[in-house]
């Protein structure tokens, strides 16, 4: 969708180095989401912001630290990159965040990473 | 692990054929959301419920959620090749109010 953007589309990375994934939007949206897609599981939420220098962790997030210094970008870092890493990474952005008075996310076209 | 489990896993069905997944939690939601993730695409949302009992439809979409607010549907009427994709629910369970958790989707093949 407009407005939101991953960069790279696609990586891949040899086990134990460093990656770092960006998602930028220019919808000034409160809220962004990293997810985690992989078959069987779905979509799983590896950390989320509420604002600038506001993060949190999802349900995955052992092995992968987030920064967020402006309202349009929320990095994605991966601290020293393994097998079970690879996957195909969504970012998410909502304006008013989740719940009975939220709205749907948006996502980003996604990042798929390969760990050799 | 998943709190939010969806089934069926895979549906094949001939164009023209109605089909159904299924949305279930073992607690209760305050809202539930639905989406569409066409092959090699990313996921697109659909539609949110918030209400117990509530009923939307979007043309041939139908959408339910259950009385307990731990049940939701999907229904879609005379499916087109359109259609093929994989659908996931999604909503809150237990934790933070800001962690949206997703099932694991329904992959639906129309057979044409």
Request: aromatic share 10%; net charge positive; glycine share 10%.
């Amino acid at each position: 969708d407009a407005g939101i953007t991953q960069s790279p589309r696609h990586k891949v990375t040899e086990t134990g180095t460093p990656v770092t994934l960006r998602c930028h939007q220019t919808e000034n949206h409160r809220y962004m989401y990293w997810y985690r897609q992989d078959p069987g599981h779905g979509l799983r939420l590896i950390h989320y912001s509420y604002g600038v220098k506001d993060t949190d962790k999802g349900e995955v997030s052992d092995g992968y630290s987030v920064s967020r210094s402006k309202t349009e970008d929320f990095l994605l870092t991966l601290e020293s990159a393994t097998s079970s890493q690879t996957s195909v990474y969504f970012c998410a952005i909502s304006a008013k965040g989740t719940g009975p008075l939220g709205y749907g996310y948006t996502f980003g076209s996604g990042t798929r990473l390969t760990v050799v | 692990g998943q709190q939010v489990m969806q089934i069926p896993q895979y549906q094949h069905v001939q164009e023209g054929e109605d089909f159904t997944t299924y949305c279930n939690s073992s607690t209760t939601l305050s809202n539930i959301q639905w989406y569409k993730q066409r092959p090699g695409g990313h996921p697109v949302f659909l539609i949110q419920l918030v209400k117990s009992g509530e009923v939307k439809k979007q043309k041939r979409l139908t959408f339910q959620f259950g009385e307990a607010k731990k049940n939701s549907s999907l229904h879609i009427t005379a499916t087109q090749t359109t259609d093929v994709g994989t659908y996931f629910c999604a909503g809150i369970v237990g934790g933070s109010a800001r962690q949206l958790t997703f099932g694991s989707g329904t992959q639906l093949t129309v057979l044409p």
